[in-house]
């Protein structure tokens, strides 16, 4: 099929460029010696899960048990949820699920952990991994370095979980004004990780994993001595957000909405079948002058506001020929969040349509 | 079961507040002598489409066919697709529906309602009724005023059509200050549109349809004299936007977010495990000085910011005992678009969870 009979709006996957995306991460891995275990969260999908792992990913990292369930089942055999789990019901599925997969998770709290440990020795069928998840400056979760220590010995101690290092996440990287702003926190949050794994050795801890890294800053970070994984996410794709920041090309985007035209109210006006609940609002405004979206061929489209299910586009004088019923196809502000909205994407090559592919991480909050 | 027992994220539907809130909306209807069409893109169930339906409502509005879709097969008789229906695809798809069910469309152009109209006559076993979609000043779609009537007879001349009268919708009544901007922009909604029908019946065109009003909007325009239905979604739930306009009141808010605290940085700092892909960052904070959410039962938190899967908490010391595991209830910005992040939500009456419906209009985007 070609991508013209789909009908809109459909996330398009353009895989040559996803091919060349995974590749270069991948190489940007192998020459700083680092691992690469990249964040299933943008994609939500086994087959793009497959593809990373093929071309040398160690595994994936998941934000959500049900997402990690999803790629379990999908054929992925390492897996790290970066996220608490807390509650009866999700410890007795993180112990079904690591009964058949190798399972890691971040725990930044004793109790959580010790809840855990005991399911698991309830029945000695299972074991998982724990990373101790500090906090370098984003604020959100995890223990200060300082005392990622006495947590990672008291869990250490803990039947049924194996200790295996420590975890971050630099989102303050987001708020970086420019690429040395990303270097310069990327390098703090390496220093940090490296220095509090480096001490927790010294006391006779095994912390092998020291797994730091989003899209903005893990080429940098995984030149940090001491590093051993990165987690990159959004890189797969890419999306305005990343090309805002200087850490992808808007050429190398893989990911666009393909919409069409459904009113033309004025010559300067055109509306597209996707607003909300295709696009969200998250993430900022394009840099590139574009509003809350980039329409491929036509550069000097803004798009300029949404409602739930309408997209309102300025047409400057050169795509003033547009008419009702032609299609678009759009690079978004924040492409994890575009996935998460849709059934199924399409995986395209040229434009060819090789698959439909269930979005079958898509929804899993729990 | 009781509330109690579900895991979180979970979406809570308080029945009692939901059938006030549609009792409350069905007698502004009557009182004012107009019919209620309410817009079900807010809830996207046909089960409470059905409770709509037998509190009075002649009908629902949907935003997207494959809403209609589900609404049809929900046992919903009566539906209007307020959306230009584009493309071939749809075409066909509006045929089949419309052989099944009573649908009536939306049109701001000609040259789609012909495309239609030519499906309609190569056999002749479906109709569909056609509103003409006038701009009322919100500037999103729709023909100006003074172009309505030129287009009205056209489609009126088209055969597999039946014309039926206009719509509009003046959501620029999201943008007013206060109540007495919303009964201004209210109250214009309503002349434009009643009188742009007058304009059309002295033409011999049977605009027996003038359908109008938001859920801020539609308590005002119901008065305005030559209206004939009403069609506000959000009502059925309200939220925290709707509260800052004026128009709903916290208590009758009958959706809530469930959530757990998963981790507790610092005395003042709480993490819950809800961020954008559950709340999504629709909307303004709320005004009620409560960020991103109203937390019941603690007026002191503040939902202070998203991560795709976190959500932050600012604790006032009322709240500082609340530890990993606690749950909360949260009243969110945006309730059309929490309910568009499920799969499924459940349906509690007091603390009783009474039925857990899939959210069967959810990821309708075409």
Redesign the interface.
């Known amino acids: 099929m070609n991508k013209r009979e789909l009908?809109?709006?459909?996330v398009l996957i353009d895989l040559n460029k996803v091919e060349n995306n995974i590749a270069m991460m991948q190489t940007a891995a192998n020459e700083a010696g680092v691992a690469l275990r990249p964040h299933a969260?943008t994609h939500k999908l086994p087959e793009l899960g497959r593809m990373q792992i093929e071309a040398g990913a160690i595994g994936l990292t998941v934000?959500?048990l049900g997402e990690a369930e999803v790629m379990a089942s999908g054929g992925i055999p390492d897996i790290l949820i970066a996220?608490?789990i807390?509650?009866v019901?999700?410890i007795e599925r993180l112990f079904a699920l690591a009964q058949k997969s190798r399972i890691t998770i971040a725990v930044?709290?004793f109790?959580?952990a010790e809840a855990i440990s005991n399911r698991m020795r309830e029945d000695r069928t299972a074991s998982v991994g724990v990373l101790v998840e500090i906090?370098s400056g984003f604020?959100?979760?995890?223990?200060r370095p300082e005392d990622a220590l006495a947590l990672a010995q008291k869990i250490d101690a803990l039947p049924g979980l194996t200790f295996r290092g420590l975890m971050t996440f630099a989102?303050q990287s987001y708020d970086a004004v420019d690429l040395d702003g990303i270097r310069s926190i990327a390098n703090e949050e390496g220093v940090i990780a490296a220095q509090t794994a480096a001490w927790m050795r010294s006391h006779g801890l095994p912390a092998e994993i020291v797994s730091v890294g989003s899209t903005p800053t893990s080429k940098f970070v995984a030149r940090v001595p001491g590093i051993s994984e990165i987690r990159p996410g959004t890189y797969i794709f890419g999306d305005l957000t990343q090309v805002s920041l200087g850490v992808h090309e808007l050429e190398h985007c893989a990911l666009t909405v393909k919409v069409?035209?459904?009113?033309?109210?004025s010559p300067e006006?055109a509306?597209i079948?996707?607003g909300?609940?295709?696009f969200?609002?998250?993430g900022a405004d394009s840099p590139i002058g574009t509003g809350r979206g980039y329409v491929a061929r036509y550069p000097g489209i803004t798009v300029s506001w949404f409602?739930?299910?309408?997209g309102?586009l300025n047409l400057p004088p050169e795509a003033q020929h547009l008419e009702?019923?032609d299609t678009l196809e759009i690079v978004p502000v924040h492409c994890?969040?575009v996935v998460?909205?849709?059934?199924e994407v399409a995986a395209v090559r040229d434009e060819e349509v090789e698959s439909i592919w269930p979005v079958q991480g898509r929804?899993k909050?729990?």
Request: proline share 5%.
């Open positions: 009908d809109t709006p459909y969260k934000a959500k996220y608490p807390v509650g019901q999700k930044d709290r109790e959580t906090d604020k959100r979760v995890g223990v989102g069409t035209i459904i009113s033309r109210p006006r509306v079948d996707a909300t609940k295709v969200t609002m998250d409602t739930e299910e309408h309102m009702v019923g994890c969040a998460n909205m849709f059934d929804g909050v729990r």
